[in-house]
């Protein structure tokens, strides 16, 4: 079935370190994987998203990857700042319709 | 260019009654998707829906409904309200329903007493 397991829960970096989040899908028709990031009290955002014909995007400080034999992905920010600190969730569409599929969030902490 | 708005942002009603949301897309988007996010359950499909016809639907039941405008504007609705309804109510619009990014509105915090 449909889903999107997403780890670690809760992350807690040095100001300056890399974090890392990874997602693993179940659906081997997911086609599209954006990453979300949600400060409290606000919207979630898209931060950055890759198609299955890709296997890294690079947008500045922030990277993402697929593998698609393993049904992996993986958020990196370098370089934290306290700003990163949010909640990030990643998602995954399949075929050609507009529902995401969100793993559980991971709750980044940058601390100065 | 505006964002995704969404109305009212928060709400408090009783269980049995109704309520009506709204969500207005970007300018331009055609497809509309809804999100119910809750600390338990996190982010869940609820429906998408383009052109005015509802093309997907999540695992919800049927108290939850929706409907898209002419002019791509979308309301969902939730009959005999529960206590476990009350979430944040995400709405998401893009241009259309495949292959495009999804932008979020703000939200509608329904509160079930």
């Known amino acids: 079935g449909e889903n999107v397991e997403q780890h670690p829960s809760t992350l807690s970096v040095q100001e300056g370190d890399s974090a890392v989040i990874k997602c693993t899908y179940s659906?081997?028709?997911?086609?599209?994987f954006p990453w979300y990031k949600q400060e409290l009290g606000k919207r979630p955002q898209l931060i950055i998203d890759?198609?299955?014909?890709?296997g890294e995007k690079k947008d500045q400080r922030i990277a993402v990857t697929l593998n698609k034999t393993a049904k992996h992905f993986s958020l990196h920010i370098t370089e934290t700042q306290p700003e990163d600190s949010a909640v990030y969730f990643c998602a995954d569409r399949s075929g050609n319709t507009g529902k995401l599929i969100f793993g559980q969030g991971t709750t980044l902490q940058v601390k100065p | 260019k505006a964002g995704v708005t969404q109305t009212p942002r928060y709400l408090i009603k009783t269980r049995g009654q109704q309520v009506t949301l709204s969500c207005s897309p970007i300018s331009g988007h055609r497809s509309v998707s809804w999100y119910q996010q809750t600390p338990g359950q996190g982010l869940q499909f609820l429906f998408e829906?383009?052109?005015?016809?509802?093309?997907n639907k999540g695992n919800f039941p049927g108290r939850f409904s929706g409907r898209q405008f002419s002019n791509s504007r979308s309301e969902m609705n939730v009959s005999t309200l529960e206590l476990g309804d009350s979430a944040l109510y995400l709405c998401a619009s893009s241009w259309t329903s495949v292959g495009n990014e999804q932008f979020f509105g703000p939200g509608t915090r329904l509160t079930v007493l």
């Open positions: 890759i198609r299955s014909n890709v």
């Open positions: 829906y383009f052109s005015e016809t509802q093309r």
């Open positions: 659906d081997s028709a997911s086609n599209y």
